[in-house]
C-alpha cells in the first residue's frame, strides 16, 4: 500500500494557460475522487469515478474542467484557460468500494496558483 | 447542502477537553472525520454509521444523532499533536462526501 500520489504538488501558471494534474490512487481502490480546497474552507467535491467511469461532476464545475481514468487506474485533471479564481489545492481521495463506511484515502494535493 | 460546523475555531491547552459539532439539513447516511494539519492532505479519524457510533483511536471519540441530524467529535486530554482543522464529512445517500465548514483547533502547551 503506497498511498495515494499526486503529481506535481505546487504549479505556478499564467491566466490563461492550461495545466494538467495526475493523480495515482491506490492500487486495488476502484473509486477515485477529485476535490478543490481553499484557504480556510473544506474540500469542495468536483468529480469521481467508478473504474473509467466517471459518475458524478459538480454542477459548480465550469466546461473548463475535465477529468479522465483511461483504464480505471490513474487519473487526470486538466483546467484549460485558467483563470486567477482557480488557485487552490486540488485533492485526490480513493477507496476500495462504494460502501459509506469506508473511509478516504487522500494525496498530499497539487497546489495550483494563477498569476 | 454543506455542513455547518461549530465552533469556527477552538484555542484549548495541552490536557483540556473540546467538543466540535456537525450539523445537517439533510438525513444522513453516515458520518466521516477527518484532520488536517497546515499543508497536508486530510486524514482519516473515524466513521459513524446511521444509528450507531464508532471509536477512533486514543482519546478521540465521536457520536451520531441522526433525529438531529448531527454528530459531535470529543477530544479529551488534548495532546499538542491534537491542532489542525477538523473537518466532518457527510454522506446523503449517494457516494460522495461533502465536507463540512471544518474548525480550527489550537492546542498550547
Known amino acids: 500500500d503506497t498511498g495515494v500520489s499526486q503529481d506535481p504538488r505546487h504549479k505556478i501558471t499564467k491566466r490563461g494557460q492550461n495545466v494538467t494534474f495526475r493523480c495515482d490512487p491506490i492500487s486495488e481502490h476502484n473509486r477515485l475522487y477529485w476535490y478543490r480546497q481553499t484557504l480556510g474552507q473544506g474540500p469542495e467535491f468536483l468529480t469521481y469515478f467508478q473504474n473509467e467511469a466517471q459518475l458524478e461532476k459538480s454542477r459548480l464545475l465550469s466546461d473548463r474542467f475535465s477529468a479522465e481514468r483511461p483504464k480505471g487506474s490513474f487519473s487526470t485533471l486538466e483546467i484549460q484557460r485558467t483563470e486567477q479564481g482557480d488557485s487552490a489545492m486540488y485533492l485526490c481521495?480513493?477507496?476500495?468500494?462504494?460502501?459509506?463506511?469506508?473511509?478516504?484515502?487522500f494525496g498530499s494535493g497539487t497546489q495550483l496558483s494563477v498569476l | 447542502q454543506q455542513p455547518v460546523q461549530s465552533p469556527q475555531a477552538v484555542i484549548l491547552r495541552e490536557g483540556e477537553d473540546a467538543v466540535i459539532n456537525c450539523s445537517s439539513s439533510k438525513a444522513l447516511y453516515s458520518v466521516h472525520w477527518y484532520r488536517q494539519k497546515h499543508g497536508e492532505a486530510p486524514v482519516f479519524l473515524m466513521i459513524?454509521?446511521?444509528?450507531?457510533e464508532q471509536k477512533g483511536h486514543d482519546k478521540i471519540s465521536a457520536s451520531f444523532n441522526e433525529k438531529k441530524q448531527q454528530s459531535s467529535l470529543y477530544l479529551t486530554a488534548s495532546q499538542l499533536s491534537y491542532s489542525g482543522t477538523y473537518f466532518c464529512?457527510?454522506?446523503?445517500?449517494?457516494?460522495?462526501?461533502?465536507f463540512g465548514t471544518g474548525t480550527r483547533l489550537t492546542i498550547i502547551p
Open positions: 464529512g457527510t454522506v446523503f445517500g449517494n457516494e460522495k462526501l461533502t
Open positions: 481521495a480513493s477507496r476500495r468500494g462504494a460502501t459509506t463506511n469506508e473511509k478516504l484515502f
Open positions: 459513524l454509521l446511521k444509528g450507531g
